[in-house]
């Protein structure tokens, strides 16, 4: 699955590669089923006039976490959905178009890979796809378990 990230946000760079990115794996991976989710008519729009094959070319009108949990791999853009990917156990790849903090821990923990090629994207799909889903289901269940809890924390600070 491929998250097009937001383009209307004034934090967001407007130099996004992803129209190569998303060619280049629709060419590379023409058997697989290949999702993409817009956010935006105009992102539909955009994709259908410049993408051929057969993508499955979706709104944000699902079940995120459903999609996610049933993808092989995720591409997304650095945000939300590639922080829930992974830390769903879903192989994930961040294209970086949306750089933060948290991509960045992310990434530091080897939960997300970065690429922003599109060779080296292809590159990286194909060696998730020779490798077992257990192993980044077992990584994200590891890293969670350090965390804390955001609402237990915020209640201990309300209460103090």
Do not use: D, F, G
């Given at each position: 699955m491929i998250r097009v990230e937001e383009e209307?946000?004034?934090?967001?760079?407007k130099s996004s590669n992803i129209i190569s990115i998303i060619k280049k794996i629709v060419k590379e991976f023409e058997k697989e089923?290949?999702?993409?989710l817009c956010r935006y008519p105009s992102q539909i729009k955009k994709i259908k006039n410049e993408i051929s094959g057969k993508p499955k070319i979706l709104s944000m009108s699902f079940d995120g976490k459903h999609l996610l949990k049933n993808s092989d791999v995720f591409i997304g853009s650095g945000g939300t959905m590639t922080a829930e990917s992974s830390l769903l156990g879903t192989p994930t790849i961040s294209y970086n178009a949306v750089p933060n903090?948290?991509?960045?821990?992310?990434?530091?923990?080897?939960?997300?890979?970065?690429?922003?090629e599109p060779e080296k994207i292809c590159d990286e799909i194909k060696k998730i796809f020779h490798s077992?889903?257990?192993?980044?289901?077992?990584?994200?269940?590891?890293?969670?378990?350090?965390?804390?809890?955001?609402?237990?924390?915020?209640?201990k600070i309300i209460r103090e």
């Open positions: 209307y946000a004034s934090y967001v760079s089923n290949i999702v993409i903090i948290v991509e960045e821990y992310l990434v530091k923990k080897h939960l997300v890979k970065r690429e922003t077992s889903k257990t192993q980044y289901v077992k990584k994200a269940k590891i890293e969670k378990l350090k965390m804390e809890n955001p609402i237990e924390k915020l209640v």
